[in-house]
């Protein structure tokens, strides 16, 4: 029981960076119809910008306290990830407005492979690892759950983000003019919407959430490298997916739950793979000598936790492809 | 003497082989309501959506309000003053009306990216003065009470008159209707014409394209006829409708004498 609901804690605060990535994600596909594979990406180049500049703040104001560095590195990351959003749709994206679909679906997995070359030749090949400016010791159990103070910072800030960004959507003129922009672009700039615009600062906000997710998870895990968004990358397309993408609530959900299911499943991927469950016939000489000393065999252990994700991109796309909350499909077209 | 507002020279537009426009010239003035007729095919739509920016013209030009407009940014022709609805109904169907209508009021706001994002004051009073605005004309074109039903839920008519107000909310100088009679019936059609005309009174010029010749006939000021791409004939109502290019037009030449 207590395991169960450390996992479910755990997956809550790996959900919700999964969900701010997932959002990029949706958002883009929403207006576009375009996935957005370099998105991943960009949540890299926010988490070795934060490093590079935390690194600098350390050195050049050592006396500056933990959040003040964290928040100007988040500042930094932030603006160099909005300004790349809105450079790869000027210069990647917006020239393929009207091209078939798979052009600029391969152009996006360029640019993905640009960036992480690009970083490999600005930060090395190595894992650097990320200073632990805010606490990683759990806090004092509660109900035989720990929790550490870092990720309840991300639980929160995650929280807030996501209702910032629905009732921005919801309540303002420029949500509006983005679900004009996304139902129909043509109609909307026949309607006096400058949709270059809109599409431009949909890239840019959907960055800037990136690059916030990167920061999130190199501080939780304390490690940057330049190859570290394509897992988040693709388990946030899943949780996008998941969802139904194009739907803002959808990639929320989508994010928590996959968080949910990969940091559960993990917890007993284990046991449940344990060699030593099969009945003793089953089982050769030497595995029974483990086992009857005590020891366990499993063939899978929390290691392989990214399993989860693929299975149910899978299974999502095969038995229900417009996701959880997703529209049906004819209605877009 | 009236002013010109709105002078189309020599507009062209071709679609491959297909001539849809050669060398339209017309003249709009301010305060009129300019009809314009002509069989299937003859055009119309097409001179629409090369007025609205929707195609780029391949020769000749529109000169609006002493300037002429810009090509190949439709978002940009709405800013110059030319609103236009659509033949079959193109509205944000999964937004609410009111939301229709603020959104043609976008291009009338100046709130920032930044002042969104903080929701200085600025942008908190302009969201409320959108908002009345909204109202408003939503009341003016008579639904506000469909105000928060989504525009696909909208009965037909209601579909029509919302987008004439979000069109209206662009604050044009020029209202394009492209048939907004279709598929109406009588009452709603007679409903639709005192609509046009309090438009009109209310200073807005309004260029009608239309099907039903006798709701032309009687609402509009001036008249001009294409077929084939070509205008044929271009005056009152009464002149037009006994022109023998136009008779003949529309009914076949056997009726012409």
Redesign the interface.
């Known amino acids: 029981m207590e395991t169960l609901l450390q996992q479910i804690v755990n997956g809550l605060v790996v959900g919700s960076v999964y969900a701010l990535v997932a959002l990029g994600y949706t958002m883009v596909y929403g207006i576009l119809g375009l996935i957005n594979f370099a998105h991943g990406d960009v949540l890299m180049v926010g988490a070795l910008v934060s490093l590079q500049v935390v690194l600098f703040v350390q050195k050049t104001w050592p006396a500056l306290g933990a959040f003040p560095t964290l928040l100007i590195a988040l500042v930094s990351a932030m603006a160099v990830c909005m300004a790349m959003g809105y450079i790869i749709e000027r210069t990647a994206y917006r020239r393929l407005r009207n091209a078939p679909r798979l052009a600029p679906l391969i152009t996006a997995i360029g640019v993905s492979f640009l960036l992480q070359t690009l970083a490999m030749i600005i930060w090395g090949r190595n894992y650097h690892s990320f200073p632990q400016l805010i606490d990683t010791t759990p806090l004092q159990p509660i109900a035989g759950v720990f929790i550490t103070p870092v990720q309840i910072i991300i639980l929160l800030s995650s929280a807030c983000l996501m209702t910032g960004l629905i009732l921005?959507v919801t309540?303002?003129?420029?949500g509006?003019?983005m679900?004009?922009t996304a139902?129909?672009h043509?109609?909307?700039?026949?309607?006096?919407?400058?949709?270059n615009k809109i599409i431009a600062?949909t890239f840019?906000l959907g960055s800037a959430l990136a690059a916030i997710a990167g920061v999130m998870f190199s501080t939780n895990y304390g490690v940057a490298h330049y190859a570290m968004g394509f897992i988040p990358g693709i388990k946030a397309f899943t949780a996008a997916v998941l969802g139904g993408i194009g739907n803002l609530g959808g990639a929320m959900v989508g994010g928590i739950v996959l968080g949910l299911v990969e940091s559960i499943g993990a917890g007993y991927l284990g046991s449940m793979t344990d060699l030593c469950n099969l009945p003793v016939w089953a089982q050769t000489a030497n595995l029974q000598e483990t086992c009857s000393n005590g020891g366990s065999f499993e063939l899978l252990s929390s290691n392989y936790q990214d399993i989860f994700a693929f299975v149910i991109l899978g299974i999502v796309l095969i038995f229900r492809p417009t996701g959880l909350m997703g529209e049906r499909v004819s209605d877009r077209a | 003497m009236s002013i010109t507002l709105l002078e189309a020279k020599n507009v062209g537009k071709r679609f491959g082989g297909l001539t849809a426009l050669s060398d339209v010239s017309l003249t709009i003035n301010k305060g009129e309501i300019y009809g314009l007729i002509g069989p299937n095919g003859a055009g119309k739509t097409t001179f629409f959506n090369v007025l609205?920016?929707?195609y780029t013209p391949n020769s000749g030009e529109f000169v609006f309000a002493g300037s002429a407009l810009p090509y190949g940014?439709?978002?940009e022709i709405?800013?110059c003053g030319i609103?236009?609805t659509?033949q079959n109904i193109?509205l944000?169907?999964?937004?609410t009306a009111l939301?229709n209508v603020?959104?043609?009021?976008?291009?009338?706001?100046n709130?920032t990216?930044w002042g969104?994002?903080a929701q200085n004051r600025h942008?908190r009073d302009?969201?409320r003065l959108?908002t009345e605005r909204a109202y408003e004309m939503l009341r003016y074109v008579g639904i506000e009470r469909h105000a928060t039903t989504l525009a696909r839920n909208l009965s037909y008519g209601d579909q029509r008159r919302l987008e004439i107000a979000?069109?209206l909310a662009?604050e044009p100088q020029l209202l394009s209707l492209d048939e907004p009679a279709a598929g109406m019936n009588a009452t709603e059609t007679a409903q639709l014409r005192e609509l046009i005309s309090t438009i009109r009174n209310d200073g807005v010029t309004v260029l009608l394209i239309e099907h039903d010749v006798k709701l032309v006939m009687g609402l509009c000021d001036r008249v001009a006829v294409l077929n084939f791409g070509r205008k044929i004939a271009e005056d009152v109502p009464a002149v037009v409708q006994k022109n023998h290019e136009v008779i003949e037009a529309y009914l076949g030449s056997s009726h012409a004498h």
């Open positions: 921005l309540r303002t003129k420029l509006r003019a679900r004009a139902e129909n043509r109609v909307a700039s026949l309607m006096g919407v400058d949709t600062t840019v | 609205t920016g929707a940014k439709p978002h709405v800013a609103a236009r659509f193109r944000f169907r999964e937004m939301e603020m959104t043609g009021h976008h291009l009338r706001s709130s990216l969104i994002l942008a302009e969201e959108i979000r069109a662009t």
